[in-house]
């Protein structure tokens, strides 16, 4: 018999705490002093801002109204699909062929524009060189540059490479 009580006490006894301690219920509140203070017996009436803060939720929590707060955490989205996660893995290889176009854009431009600044400068020392140079005119004809003319495309070349050499 003394096993059989054992065996009763032993199945119930648990149950029976785990129920009463599901029923205990803790309260938080400021009393007048501006004190906060936990209990598991229900605060005054007179007390500001009551919540339960533990155990079965009572009807009525708070007297105050709740205020809308911008730092809330946001809801969970549901899971997303498959069509979802596909559509996003597209758009982000996407965006990333037009990031690398770009990338590969503004190379060729930076390429060129070096490119143009070092044809810039050897054309300024081969002008500053004084050496004889001759250019066509109008009818195609080749005519040796003067040093008024020279000045001229020296003047010309150091304006393309200022704009050119930054």
Do not use: H
């Not at 009551?50 to 709740?66: D, F, W, Y």
């Not at 060189?129 to 003319?149: F, V, W």
């Amino acid at each position: 018999m003394t096993s059989k009580s054992s065996f009763i006490f032993a199945l119930f006894f648990p149950l029976t705490v785990a129920t009463i301690s599901a029923q205990a219920e803790t309260y938080q509140w400021k009393d007048s002093n501006g004190q906060t203070v936990v209990s598991d017996v229900p605060p005054p009436s007179t007390a500001k801002g009551r919540r339960s803060i533990g155990g079965v939720k009572p009807a009525v929590v708070s007297e105050a109204i709740p205020e809308k707060t911008t730092d809330a955490p946001k809801v969970a989205d549901a899971p997303k699909t498959i069509a979802e996660k596909d559509l996003d893995f597209k758009k982000r290889q996407q965006e990333s062929r037009e990031k690398a176009d770009k990338q590969a854009k503004e190379q060729a431009a930076e390429k060129e524009k070096s490119e143009n600044c070092d044809r810039a400068r050897r054309n300024l020392a081969a002008l500053e060189a004084n050496q004889p140079m001759t250019t066509y005119d109008d009818k195609g004809e080749r005519k040796l540059m003067d040093s008024t003319l020279r000045e001229q495309e020296i003047e010309r070349a150091r304006k393309f490479m200022a704009d050119s050499c930054k």
